[in-house]
Structures are given as structure tokens and as C-alpha cells.
């Protein structure tokens, strides 16, 4: 199956830079994010290419089709359609509420 095209929201692009904004203070951590960043762009890049995606969905009732996974403590919602994977939301915290995920 050929990749599907990575949509990215105004409240991803947000997200990522919030926590640029607010975490980077030294040189240790820019590598620290520079890290994760990459991580997590080599997990969405796979699954946008994998058929479906079994992972973990949202449990909440306003989010339909709504999937997630965790890297570390950072949270990254995604809607997967046929041909497209959408960036909805990055969350940088440690806990997340479980009755939304």
C-alpha cells in the first residue's frame, strides 16, 4: 500500500512548538528533543504506511476514528482515513485524564 498523505493541524503544529518554546533551555535538551522529534516522525512516516493501524483508539465521545499511541510522556492523536493521516493533536505532559484515551 503506498503512504498516505500526513495532514498536519494548526493544533499539532501548536503543540510541538509549545513545547520547544517551554522545555529547551540548554544544549542537552535541544538534543533530547531533537531525539524524540525524530522518533516520532519514523512512528508516524510507519504507520502512515501500514494498511490499518490496531493500536490504541480514543474512548471518548466526541472523537470518532480518533487513534493515539504514547512515546515516553508525550501524546500524539491521529484520525487515519484511505488515503490520508491527519496530525490532530501533540500533548508534552505526563498524565493524560484515561477517561479521554
Not at 34 to 53: D, G, H, V
Not at 62 to 71: A, G, L, P, R
Not at 73 to 83: A, R, T
Request: hydrophobic share 35%; net charge positive.
Amino acid at each position: 500500500m503506498p503512504k498516505r498523505k500526513i495532514l498536519i493541524t494548526r493544533s499539532f503544529e501548536k503543540g510541538l512548538k509549545n513545547w520547544e518554546e517551554y522545555k529547551i533551555e540548554t544544549e542537552e535538551d535541544l538534543k533530547h528533543y531533537t531525539t524524540k522529534i525524530r522518533f516520532i516522525t519514523q512512528e508516524i512516516i510507519r504507520i502512515s504506511e501500514q494498511q490499518s493501524y490496531p493500536f490504541k483508539k480514543v474512548n471518548y465521545r466526541n472523537s470518532k476514528k480518533i487513534q493515539y499511541f504514547i512515546y515516553q510522556q508525550h501524546v500524539i492523536f491521529f484520525k487515519l482515513s484511505d488515503k490520508t493521516l491527519n496530525l490532530l493533536y501533540f500533548i508534552a505532559a505526563r498524565r493524560v485524564k484515561n477517561r479521554y484515551i
